[in-house]
Structure formats: C-alpha cells, structure tokens
C-alpha cells in the first residue's frame, strides 16, 4: 500500500485487539481509547498519508482523525461511486454503491427492482455521475 491509497480497517481488527489484551489483566485507558478509535472508524474511509521505509507501519487519515496503524490491518477500499439508475418507467433512483463501473452495470441491469408501492421495474441505464 502507497501514500493516497484508499482503506478501510479489516472487519475483524477489533477482534484481534481486543484478545492482544489477557482477561485477567483488564485495559488500560489508553487501551480503551484506541479501542473506541477503532470502533468510530470501523466501516469508514481513510487515506494512507505516509509509510515508514523496511516497515509494515502506515498513518492513516480517516476525516479529521489520523492513527498509525500496521498496514495488516487494513485492506483496499473498493471503489464507490455515487450513481443514478434509471428504471424503464422513467424513475430516477439516485444511491451510492461500492464496486467497478461492471460489477455496478451488471447488478442493476435488466434486473427487476421492486419501489416503495410494490411493483417490479427493470434497471434501463446506470448513469456514473462521481466517484465518492
């Protein structure tokens, strides 16, 4: 991973930091906080702002908040874009969804969806309106 790469935390790094910890010894208040910093950002988006030559360690920032983290534990977030899928009764439904532009096209389609009064639409057009 390379400054300006995209991430999130791995979806199990609160297991993981919450064994580093034996029961009988208890957290430490710095432990506590690094524990409810990782769970504020579990499921956001942070970019790598630098890495540290013959190291696995990165600092990441996520918003306005930056942690250094070993790079293990996080992965490359897939992509995400803000979209609006027009349905073959001329509804537009905007939404954003993580994915390539193929994997995007080839959900939505000629897939029937079904709309808040219960009736079944084809996805005709997926328009790519921005990366987010």
Not at 8 to 21: G, I, M, Y
Not at 58 to 72: A, E, L, R
Not at 120 to 131: E, L
């Amino acid at each position: 991973m390379n400054k300006g790469t995209i991430v999130t935390l791995r979806r199990d790094v609160l297991k993981r930091f919450s064994r580093s910890v034996p029961a009988h010894a208890g957290y430490t208040t710095a432990q506590f906080a690094w524990r409810a910093t990782l769970e504020k950002l579990e499921g956001c988006r942070g970019v790598i702002e630098r890495t540290f030559e013959n190291s696995k360690h990165v600092n990441v920032v996520f918003g306005d908040t930056m942690i250094g983290i070993d790079s293990t534990e996080l992965e490359v977030a897939p992509e995400r874009w803000f979209v609006k899928v027009h349905m073959d009764d001329g509804d537009i439904i905007s939404t954003d969804i993580n994915g390539t532009e193929r994997e995007i096209n080839e959900y939505y389609l000629g897939n029937d969806f079904e709309k808040s009064d219960e009736t079944m639409h084809k996805a005709i057009h997926v328009q790519f309106v921005r990366r987010i």
